[in-house]
């Protein structure tokens, strides 16, 4: 009954930028936090911004001031813009919703991954 797509993942160099797209899609629930997580070789997955319905976004430490979270509400899309990547950046990002109706458990779903490699 849902569903999470991800675009936009690549490889670029230091500096560069790259934009990441997740759409989601559901039949029955709607769409509340959206946000995007990332696992780089041999390390956690860690959490690399979040943002509301209404807009609010937040961002972890390692990002702040150089990513920025969006999403557009009419077609159930968050973005992830990355500005300035670094060798440090690189791992799988994965897009993640949590989906609700009244009277149902909400739902939490993950996209399937997008590779994203900063090298010179």
């Known amino acids: 009954q849902v569903q999470l797509v991800e675009s936009g993942g690549g490889l670029v160099q230091p500096g560069e930028s790259l934009r990441l797209s997740c759409a989601a899609s559901?039949?029955?629930?709607?769409?509340?936090?959206m946000g995007w997580y990332r696992q780089a070789p041999g390390k956690q997955r860690e959490l690399v911004a979040t943002?509301?319905?209404?807009?609010?976004?937040n961002y972890a430490d390692s990002v702040q001031g150089r990513f920025t979270i969006s999403r557009d509400n009419a077609k159930n899309t968050v973005y992830l813009q990355m500005n300035s990547l670094k060798p440090e950046d690189t791992a799988v990002y994965y897009c993640?919703?949590?989906?609700?109706?009244?009277?149902?458990?909400?739902?939490?779903?993950w996209g399937q991954g997008t590779q994203v490699t900063v090298s010179s």
């Open positions: 993640h919703a949590e989906f609700y109706k009244l009277g149902l458990s909400p739902l939490v779903r």
């Open positions: 559901s039949s029955i629930f709607s769409i509340n936090v």
């Open positions: 943002i509301t319905s209404g807009g609010s976004g």
